[in-house]
């Protein structure tokens, strides 16, 4: 089994509020994001299931972290934008086998001359 080093956090929420996502995961140790734009699908018996008004027009924030802080991120994802606020956020994390492009990642390469 693979310990994975890295996680990849989606949080989706209400347009305009892809700053909140982000003040959240940095307060948590997370160094930044991607914001994408999308657009919900949900139609009106999932509006009245969950109680909510569903916006169509989305923020999907990918957040690349450490496995060691994925879990305060998550929280404070939670408590700054969640379904009970008004960005209305659901956020997910998935594991991430293979990384590229932080430079804390690679290793000195070794080209084989001397020091």
Do not use: W
Not at 28 to 51: D, H, I, Q, W, Y
Not at 57 to 64: G, N
């Amino acid at each position: 089994m693979t310990d994975f080093k890295h996680e990849v956090i989606f949080c989706i929420v209400n347009e305009g509020f892809s700053e909140v996502v982000m003040d959240a995961a940095k307060r948590a140790g997370a160094g930044g994001g991607t914001v994408l734009r999308a657009r919900g699908t949900a139609n009106a018996s999932a509006e009245k299931f969950f109680g909510i008004s569903i916006t169509p027009q989305k923020e999907i924030v990918m957040i690349l972290v450490p496995s060691s802080i994925r879990d305060d991120v998550l929280h404070n994802l939670y408590s700054s934008c969640g379904l009970d606020s008004p960005g209305h956020g659901i956020a997910f994390a998935l594991p991430v086998d293979a990384v590229i492009g932080l430079r804390e990642q690679l290793p000195p390469k070794d080209n084989g001359e001397a020091k």
